[in-house]
Nanobody, 125 residues
Framework: QVQLVESGGGLVQAGGSLRLSCAGS????????MGWFRQAPGKEREFVAAITWSDSSTYYADSVKGRFTISRDNAKNTAYLQMNNLKPADTAVYYC??????????????????WGQGTQVTVSS
């Protein structure tokens, strides 16, 4: 069974940091791009960041550029999202996803075929 499992969420004060992990199992994700998305209550899911499998190029939403860093460790079949200088607006459930390939934008959720169950991030002011 192919699974992605997120961890590392929690409650943090504004200005603080968290590091999310996304562990894959059931198959190797070393040749998959990986993405992070988030969904706040009452809002649409939005793209946060993505990393390619070929050269680890990265892509970020404007709202997180300079504060978040996506990375991956293929040996551990794990992707990460380092989140610094967190703001209350970052409060959401964060999901990781594995890319199926194709020509859709990295920010398009339809590009991804495996999704984790999500981890809650809450930033207090």
């Amino acid at each position: 069974q192919v699974q992605l499992v997120e961890s590392g969420g929690g409650l943090v004060q504004a200005g603080g940091s968290l590091r999310l992990s996304c562990a894959g199992s059931g198959r190797s994700f070393s040749t998959s791009g990986m993405g992070w998305f988030r969904q706040a209550p009452g809002k649409e899911r939005e793209f946060v960041a993505a990393i390619t499998w070929s050269d680890s190029s990265t892509y970020y939403a404007d709202s997180v550029k300079g504060r978040f860093t996506i990375s991956r460790d293929n040996a551990k079949n794990t992707a990460y999202l380092q989140m610094n200088n967190l703001k209350p607006a970052d409060t959401a459930v964060y999901y990781c996803a594995a890319d199926r390939g194709g020509f859709r934008s990295w920010s398009d959720g339809r590009r991804y075929d495996y999704w984790g169950q999500g981890t809650q991030v809450t930033v207090s002011s």
